[in-house]
Structures are given as C-alpha cells and as structure tokens.
C-alpha cells in the first residue's frame, strides 16, 4: 500500500471554519464530484448505500434560513443561537441523511456510515484547500425541516456540512490528551 504523508498532516492539521465565517470561493463542480465520489467510499456493512447527499446553493440556502424561524418548535434561545451562528456567505451546503429501512445491517451501523460520509466529506474539502463546519443542531432533528427539506421523517439527517474559503484562519482548539482516552486492553 502506498504511503501518504500529505494525508497524515492534512489530518493533524484539519481544522473547522464557523459556518458563518466561509466565504466564496467553494468547489468547483469537478471539486464537488470528486468530494461526492470521495463521500461515498466508506463503510458501509451489507453494501446498503443507506445515505443520502442533498445539495444546497447559496439561494437555496438563503430560502432555508429564511424558513427555519416558522418551522422552529421550541424554546427561542435555541433559535436565537442558531440565527447568530447561521451560515450567511458559504457558498455551498451539504445535507447529509441516512434512511435505514433495511434489517440486513444494525441501525446504528447504516447511520454510523452517514457519518463517515461526512468525515470523508469534510476530508476531501479540506484536501482541495476549503473549509467547512458540520453542524447538527435543532434543525437537524425537526420533522419540520425534514419536510421542508424532502426528507422523510423517519430518517435521520446526520449532517449541514456548510464549505467555502477561509475568511480567517481558524484559531486551534485543545485536542484531548491521548493518555486521558486511550488504553491499552488486557483481558
């Protein structure tokens, strides 16, 4: 197997850019394919593809954001926090959701694979040189939105993965020290 150095450091040094702060440009749509191809090479027990990749523009976007306050349920700090946080200049969003209608594989499994399919997502951007955020909040679990989105709401949306440039360089954040989570089995 051939080694990558590239991909290591680009692993060590991935960092997430606030949704809010990326800005023009995003992928190209040859970047995009690739990004999707890249997607979709994950685990994926039993061959199920149980995965799902919306594509949002920057107009659809905007009709998104502009809809979430009337489908809002709930407490308004939530929607509050939201709005403050809401991607107003990336140029692209993904919206990944995982149906799990088959038996063949757990659940957990099927929705586990969505959400490699947002790291390899995140993975390939960050190899183009963009940056992204991959949010799930409220909005991520609302029947609401779902609807709105085209999503049946027995499925699951794993994942917003908002990409576009830098506007600033992202500030590092603490990263757990390996000796407080990792252990060695002895059975």
Same mark, same amino acid.
């Given at each position: 197997?051939?080694?990558?150095?590239?991909?290591?450091?680009?692993?060590?040094?991935?960092?997430?850019?606030?949704?809010?702060?990326?800005?023009?440009?995003?992928?190209?749509?040859?970047?995009?394919?690739?990004?999707?191809?890249?997607?979709?090479?994950?685990?994926?027990?039993?061959?199920?593809?149980?995965?799902?990749?919306?594509?949002?523009?920057?107009?659809?976007?905007?009709?998104?954001?502009?809809?979430?306050?009337?489908?809002?349920?709930?407490?308004?700090?939530?929607?509050?926090?939201?709005?403050?946080?809401?991607?107003?200049?990336?140029?692209?969003?993904?919206?990944?959701?995982?149906?799990?209608?088959?038996?063949?594989?757990?659940?957990?499994?099927?929705?586990?694979?969505?959400?490699?399919?947002?790291?390899?997502?995140?993975?390939?951007?960050?190899? +183009?040189?963009?940056?992204?955020?991959?949010?799930?909040?409220? +909005?991520?679990?609302?029947?609401?939105?779902?609807?709105?989105?085209?999503?049946?709401?027995?499925?699951?949306?794993?994942? +917003?993965?908002?990409?576009?440039?830098?506007?600033?360089?992202?500030?590092?954040?603490?990263?757990?020290?390996?000796?407080?989570?990792?252990?060695?089995?002895?059975?």
């Amino acid at each position: 197997m051939k080694r990558s150095p590239e991909t290591i450091e680009l692993l060590l040094t991935r960092r997430s850019q606030l949704a809010a702060k990326l800005v023009p440009p995003g992928p190209t749509e040859e970047e995009l394919d690739t990004i999707l191809r890249c997607a979709t090479r994950v685990p994926d027990h039993k061959g199920l593809s149980p995965w799902r990749i919306q594509i949002a523009d920057r107009a659809t976007q905007d009709k998104l954001h502009a809809k979430l306050p009337e489908l809002h349920e709930g407490d308004p700090a939530s929607l509050e926090k939201t709005n403050s946080k809401q991607a107003k200049t990336a140029p692209l969003l993904l919206i990944v959701s995982s149906r799990t209608p088959s038996t063949k594989a757990p659940r957990s499994e099927q929705i586990l694979s969505g959400a490699t399919v947002c790291q390899n997502i995140i993975i390939a951007a960050n190899a +183009f040189g963009y940056r992204n955020q991959w949010l799930s909040e409220w +909005f991520a679990y609302s029947d609401k939105v779902k609807t709105y989105l085209g999503v049946p709401t027995d499925e699951e949306i794993i994942g +917003f993965i908002y990409i576009g440039s830098e506007s600033e360089i992202p500030k590092e954040r603490p990263r757990p020290d390996l000796t407080d989570i990792v252990s060695k089995l002895e059975l």
